[in-house]
């Protein structure tokens, strides 16, 4: 039998008929948490490792424009989806918001400790924009893309301690919050695409989300690098020791490239679903780690954490 009739009948199964493989009674739960008095406490706050500190400080700016972009991508799309999936969208929609606003702090503790982080927030505002005058469907398979990368680097964190081991502390619960609500929202674009695109031909809506995800994953593979070696830079480490430094905190120590390899190949299998892969257990292994963490509104008091509460239930209306 040829390929393409294999890929088209294995691609049916999951497209053709819009079937979600979400598992039954997962609740996504947007929860209002608030770390920005979390102040960085060292500038290589990941345990001392000048490495690990900056990839995490390099992602986390691509986060406030690049969700952002996620909501506006998954909003376009909510009154043309089932009810169900509308809910999701907007739980969606209320985590990656609060996931932006809390990194937009993180960021600015960044800027505190004397990093600038201009050209990195100049590179992601380029990329996002060089999506966004792409077609409408390009927008979604482009979150798509995107959300499956996140939902990977947020279960390797998750499930390997070592990751935020000796890092501070408020900054770790930070990180263990965020990855798992990435985790438990892992399947809403990809649902919402097998839902528009329910009509099209599955040979096509495979290629085309395999070739987006082979372009997205260079270049967020380039981009963060890039990133990495700016802020390295400015943390005395350049030439060939942040080179190599980089490349054994990637694919030889820590490894968050090299062991997330194989669940980001899983993307390009026809039938595919983020739910495959079932890590719901992570998301409770994280709230376990950070449940206990002090929260802005328990220190400002009943007052001012209603009046926090109902700004942003007025601010998830309007994006929703």
Wanted: charged share 25%.
């Amino acid at each position: 039998m040829a390929i393409a009739p294999k890929i088209a009948d294995a691609a049916t199964g999951s497209n053709a008929q819009h079937k979600s493989a979400t598992p039954a009674g997962l609740n996504i739960r947007p929860r209002n948490r608030y770390f920005s008095s979390a102040v960085i406490e060292r500038r290589r706050w990941v345990g001392g490792d000048p490495f690990a500190s900056a990839f995490f400080n390099a992602l986390s700016v691509t986060f406030p424009e690049g969700e952002k972009f996620f909501i506006d991508s998954i909003k376009k799309f909510c009154k043309r989806v089932p009810k169900k999936l509308q809910h999701e969208i907007r739980a969606f929609i209320q985590q990656e918001a609060i996931h932006s606003r809390e990194h937009h702090c993180f960021n600015d503790h960044l800027k505190d400790c004397d990093f600038d982080i201009t050209r990195l927030e100049q590179a992601i505002s380029g990329v996002v924009n060089d999506i966004r005058a792409m077609p409408e469907h390009s927008h979604l398979v482009a979150t798509m893309c995107i959300e499956h990368i996140t939902a990977i680097l947020a279960a390797e964190v998750i499930s390997n301690p070592k990751h935020f081991e000796q890092a501070d502390e408020e900054q770790r619960k930070l990180w263990l919050w965020h990855a798992s609500e990435e985790i438990e929202h892992k399947g809403v674009a990809y649902d919402t695409w097998l839902y528009v695109t329910k009509d099209w031909n599955p040979l096509k809506c495979w290629f085309i989300r395999c070739s987006f995800m082979a372009k997205i994953a260079l270049g967020f593979t380039k981009n963060r690098a890039k990133g990495v070696l700016d802020l390295l830079r400015q943390d005395g480490i350049s030439g060939p020791r942040a080179w190599f430094g980089l490349a054994h905190y990637a694919f030889a120590g820590k490894a968050p490239f090299r062991r997330t390899l194989w669940p980001l190949l899983q993307f390009f299998k026809p039938g595919f679903h983020p739910w495959d892969i079932d890590d719901r257990a992570l998301i409770q292994l994280a709230e376990s780690e950070y449940e206990a963490a002090i929260m802005v509104e328990v220190e400002a008091g009943p007052e001012r954490a209603a009046l926090t509460d109902r700004q942003d239930d007025d601010r998830f209306r309007k994006v929703a």
